[in-house]
């Protein structure tokens, strides 16, 4: 999906990287990321999730 938003530019590329990035984590340092009320891009980051189906 990240892929996708990178090649049709669905997406800033601030998301991209930082999803990329987070993507690239071990599955619990992922879900600290993402679960966070620490990091302030957590709640956006959450709410721009490349977890859906593609259309």
Same mark, same amino acid.
Request: charged content about 20%; overall charge negative.
């Given at each position: 999906?990240? &892929? ?9 590329? &601030?998301?991209i ?12 340092d ?7 009320? &620490? &990091? ?16």
């Open positions: 999906m990240v &892929d996708r938003w990178q090649s049709e530019q669905l997406c800033s590329d &601030d998301y990287a930082r999803w990329r990035s987070w993507l690239s984590m071990p599955p619990a992922l879900a600290k990321a993402m679960t966070s009320s &620490d &990091d302030v891009w957590a709640t956006p980051m959450r709410q721009n999730s490349p977890f859906i189906l593609p259309a």
